[in-house]
């Protein structure tokens, strides 16, 4: 089916353009700016495209090209630091000739490029050195241009009309290039470098003499400008006038890119370094796991961004690069163990933005919690209805859950009284809103005619459909949404009887027995061993093995037996690819391991449905995923899973397939680990009791003992040794401060 065609089916389709000879990429972020560069350091509009300097959902840069005589230099090394503060590129010249001879040997010149993001703005500093024994004259040339591509077009959204490209003005030391949007924002970006080169359009040339052994240095730094000249870009949240976002309170200013390129690289070291100071520190027996922890936290780190509200982890680079209610909820519980403040952050956050009125044409009814948030051109014109967008079903619910979670996590109930009427509005839209045509269970139906036709994670418009391979229609109530709305029901009552209202608490706890009841005589499918994936609209299933059923372990919405017979179709060869389980079995018409949703392998499915297993104490099955993706892990670039992965089977000797748009960096695939560390040592910690529980805990086969140090509960922290001692895992405490107990059950 040509490209076209799928547009208009799924019009939030990413389209992959032809590969780039190279599609390895290098990630940096900081705040609501981040930057795609190609191995070299350069931004190249060749190829997928996605490459680029973006701040605000626009691409700000969209060429940064270093030559060298005329030349591309020859690649040496290039890596981001593992702290993800920097990125350092190491190139030499190639053979120069010049009037027939050879001008500059392959070799003479090292050339060392370093990047930082801050502010708003991409600092970089360029060091070249003459290891030759002669005196060397060439010139270098550094190309800039900007698209001003709203992010939705970068993706491959055609658009009627865009904004007017300003021309580009450049004097002395100064590059600015424009674009006045149909928003009525003038959006700059404005290249300042430490030297006047000789300017010709948007390159810079600049001529060099160096001696033998002699070195030269040279920076510029790009900042990103938004300037607020209309009203059409001020779109609110479902009920008027949005509360200020870090995005918009740094519009309207003119960024100075300052301080210089060494200062701003100090500034995010240090900042990275105290937020990483609360953090457990683990490492294990096996370095090339404790890769993949430094790794997934360091990516986790990236991702999340300072709000008014406290720190928020951004989805995922390039494509999903702002708040998602849903992905920032799954990712702090994978991380709540660890540290309870991004949970924090993201509760307070998501209560700020809760719907308070209804507002069709944003899938908004009033207690409704975000699913999404953008700042782009598309996104304030409406021509996207994103800007700010309420169209998933399961962020209400897991809302809930998160805000129990942390009180169980850290016993802060000054914070959860602030949160309750938030969460007493969650819950009043599950029952008022939440079930559309009254069957007693919960579903979605698009009501936005822009919005998305699937509201659950798994988003995308063919990703919920019968055994034939036909599409569902709506309303659809999918199996693992009445599994959080249950385990949210569960959550309320224990909030509200902490807070006092013993008959709320009791009629939520009734209500859950009820779905439980209903959920197991109407979902289960026998002949498949699994729940059905949904209910369409005629109430008929569809009877297709999926993952979904893995997610109903996690929210213990599952009969025992049930989840028994799941984990056995779940780790069978049909759902199990090797690497870990397919979003579709793979004998379903509608699989095809090439797809985003429908036989797919993402990691945080994955976590979510190992903790399932080990809730229901099936701790085999649970390692068999841990041990999947860590085997996954290995294999791709900087021990850094993807959002997802190809569902091909595992060969061995060889990688997983990557999906060609994956984002990577991705939140939740950075926070998959965690939970499944969690799922597998049964660990607990209980903010009340001040107490660390492990229930029969259980360490994979290729890890000795592990060293869990600084665990912090309140005031107090200790120090966790675990080690395998014969079939069992023995645990010792080597330090201990405050008043802190640690507990092994079986």
Known sequence: MPDEAILIRDQYYIRAGSSRLDDRTRVLKHGDSFAVFDRFGDIDPLGSGELGLYHADTRFLSRLALRLEGKRPLLLESMVKQDNTLFRVDLMNADTRRDGGQ?????????????????DACHERLRLHNYSLATIEFDFTVQFDADFADLFEVRGMPRAQRGRLLEPRAQARELTLGYEGRDGRTRRTRVVLDAAPDWNGTLATFHLRLGAHDEANFSWAIACEIDESGTAGRRGRANGPARRTQRESAEGKRSEPQPGYQAAADRVAQAVARNRASDPKIDSSNAQFDDWLDRSLADLHLLCTSTPHGPYPYAGVPWYSTVFGRDGIVTALEFLWMNPALARGVLSYLAAMQADTDNPERDAQPGKILHETRGGEMAALGEVPFG??????????????????YYRRTADIDFVCTLWPHVDRALDWIDRYGDVDGDGFYEYARRSATGLRNQGWKDSHDAIFHADGSQAEGPIALCEMQGYVYAAKLAG??????????????????????????????FWCEELGTYA??????????????????????????????????????????????????????????????????GSVWPHDNALIAAGFALYGLKDAALRVLEGLFAAAQFVEMHRLPELFCGFRRRP?????????????????????????????????????????FSDPVLPAFMRHMHIRNLRIGEASVDLLLARRGGDVGISVPRRSGPVSVVTVK
């Open 653 to 693: 000797g060889e990688a997983p397939t990557l999906y060609p748009v994956a984002c990577s960096p991705q939140a939740w695939a950075a926070g998959a680990v965690f939970l499944c560390l969690q799922a597998c040592l049964g660990l607990e910690v209980r903010g009340p009791t001040a107490t660390v529980k």
């Open 493 to 522: 009552a224990r909030l509200s009887r902490l807070l006092g209202g013993h008959e709320r608490a009791q009629s939520l706890e009734r209500a859950a027995a009820q779905l439980r009841d209903r959920f197991a005589r109407t």
């Open 103 to 119: 001008a500059i040997a392959r070799g003479a010149l090292h050339l060392f490029r370093s990047k930082v993001l801050l502010d």
């Open 533 to 598: 994936m949904a209910l369409d609209g005629d109430k008929r299933p569809c009877r297709v093995v999926s993952s979904n059923a893995g997610q109903c372990l996690f929210t213990g919405i599952a009969l025992r037996e049930h989840a028994e017979r799941i984990a056995r179709t779940l780790t069978a060869d049909e759902s199990f690819s090797g690497w870990g389980i397919r979003t579709i079995g793979s004998a379903e018409k509608g699989y095809n391991p090439m797809s985003y949703h429908n």
């Open 388 to 405: 700010c967008y309420y169209g998933s079903i399961d962020a209400t619910p897991l809302f809930v859950v998160l805000a129990d979670a």
